[in-house]
């Protein structure tokens, strides 16, 4: 923590070879974040097939998958540690709700 109560750096950001990327919001349930890595990495994966395949439409929808899971954890949109933690648990419980709607389209 830092001298005013927030986090340090290094509770915000993670380095990977020299490149800065956001950490997913800590203040999270564990349950939660389980459920939007689910998402991620199936979205992930969805995204990979999709460039083999070279469906655009897959791609995109893909990729929207991988977007909302990531606003979900806090590592897109937002700087998490600027909202209320009442505030990132509703966007990350909305942006569950979002996902799994997908799978009931499907």
């Not at 380095?15 to 974040?33: A, K, Q, Y």
């Not at 199936?42 to 070279?54: E, F, Y």
């Amino acid at each position: 923590m830092d001298d005013l109560g927030g986090e340090t750096d290094d509770e915000r950001w993670l380095v990977i070879d020299g490149r800065r990327w956001r950490r997913t919001d800590p203040s999270l349930p564990t349950e939660l974040v389980e459920a939007l890595k689910s998402h991620l990495g199936r979205g992930r994966n969805q995204v990979k097939g999709a460039k083999r395949s070279g469906d655009d439409a897959a791609l995109a929808a893909a990729r929207r998958r991988v977007d909302l899971a990531k606003h979900g954890l806090g590592e897109r949109g937002p700087e998490w540690w600027d909202d209320t933690e009442a505030a990132r648990l509703s966007r990350a419980r909305a942006a569950l709700r979002d996902l799994d709607a997908l799978d009931d389209e499907a």
